[in-house]
């Protein structure tokens, strides 16, 4: 009789498995893909912002059905922007033959990372002021075109006296140069570069460089730093009284990272951001579905829509959508050339054409200067596409 029983059982459940959905796919191991995020140390506020809204993307992601029914994972390591942590990440990497990884800067580590891939992992950089080369790729709109865009509003403005205080690392060598271009374009002929300072990371003071720049009669302020030196420098230009305009780079687009430093933060801090950042002013269209789809999931997960958020969630998409196209054997080959034959591609940056613009996809015209605004704790768009004008709101 037990035997019986028993035999009735495996009888039912195989009936059961018979008739039961094929979910073999589902339940595979999730496809991954890799990020080196600098989740500690002096930008930690922007890896740890990233790592979470790729936390929101792989939710999002395999709630729409993930790859082919497959789940993606996103998994982070920190490399504390340091860039010999990051050759060792990726040198780990490689050994397990992942074909692409999200590095999130700053320059210094993608060129790291670049140059220890050789092409054997695509790198996709998020740091304006990487140069990509064949086998890596960068977003949004280059450091240059983001800066012609934040110098051309101010020149609008009739800001043409501008003071500059950039880093001595990579990332400031790297803006030191497109000043240098910025400065020679014709448009630009009226403006002039008062005082043209630099810092070190590591330092705790800023005092005469911001003082080279008050006495030199400056109208505006840029300044190419992020996360502690960032602060140092608001710290500092708030001591000397100075209540000009001070703009800076993306990478400090964070609503908790400038609430954070409270009363330092001027009435007027600026910085120049994709074309997502303007959701209102957007025309309908696929960019604009591709912001709505990043901003639900984004409040879903309790996250500010902010700059680190936006990041990293394009080239998740485009590493997503290569996984579909060419399946778990994608080669690093196979995505290097899905996305550097990307045209009128839409993404939360923009429509991305990398066949114009070989490895950023972007350019000026997908830009648009925002203005913190702390009793909100928003980023106001004030600028036209690429600073051309003051948008009319």
């Not at 500690?40 to 792989?58: D, V």
């Amino acid at each position: 009789m037990q035997l019986g029983l028993r035999t009735a059982a495996a009888a039912a459940l195989a009936l059961l498995l018979g008739s039961a959905p094929f979910t073999g796919a589902r339940a595979a191991e999730p496809l991954e893909v890799n990020a080196l995020l600098p989740t500690t140390g002096q930008t930690a506020f922007y890896g740890q912002a990233i790592a979470k809204s790729l936390a929101a993307e792989e939710a999002s992601i395999n709630a729409a059905g993930g790859i082919n029914g497959r789940d993606i994972h996103f998994v982070v390591s920190d490399d504390q922007s340091n860039p010999q942590i990051a050759v060792q990440l990726m040198s780990g990497l490689l050994s397990r033959g992942v074909p692409a990884v999200i590095d999130g800067g700053p320059a210094a580590t993608c060129n790291a990372t670049a140059t220890t891939a050789k092409g054997a992992a695509i790198v996709f950089c998020l740091s304006a002021a990487y140069q990509p080369d064949l086998y890596s790729f960068t977003t949004p709109m280059s450091f240059q075109d983001g800066l012609a865009a934040q110098i051309r509003f101010f020149r609008v403005r009739g800001l043409k006296r501008i003071g500059f205080l950039v880093g001595t690392d990579a990332t400031g060598q790297a803006a030191d140069v497109a000043i240098t271009k910025v400065l020679a374009y014709p448009e630009n002929r009226d403006v002039t570069a008062v005082a043209r300072e630099r810092f070190g990371n590591a330092d705790i003071s800023v005092a005469a460089q911001v003082t080279n720049i008050r006495n030199a009669g400056a109208q505006a302020v840029f300044a190419s730093a992020s996360g502690t030196p960032l602060a140092t420098i608001l710290r500092e230009m708030r001591d000397q009284a100075m209540k000009i305009p001070i703009a800076t780079t993306a990478s400090n687009q964070s609503v908790p990272q400038l609430v954070s430093y409270g009363n330092i933060v001027p009435a007027d801090l600026e910085m120049v951001s994709a074309r997502w950042a303007a959701y209102d002013a957007l025309d309908n269209g696929p960019v604009k579905d591709k912001v709505r789809v990043w901003r639900s999931a984004m409040a879903r997960a309790g996250l500010d829509p902010d700059g680190p958020a936006s990041i990293a969630w394009d080239f998740g998409q485009f590493i997503a959508d290569a996984y579909r196209k060419f399946g778990p054997s994608m080669t690093p080959l196979n995505v290097r050339n899905f996305v550097a034959q990307m045209h009128n591609a839409p993404g939360i940056c923009g429509s991305y054409n990398y066949v114009a613009t070989p490895g950023r996809g972007l350019t000026t015209k997908d830009t648009v200067v925002l203005r913190w605004n702390g009793a909100r704790k928003t980023f106001d768009p004030i600028s036209t596409a690429g600073g051309t004008a003051v948008l009319k709101t």
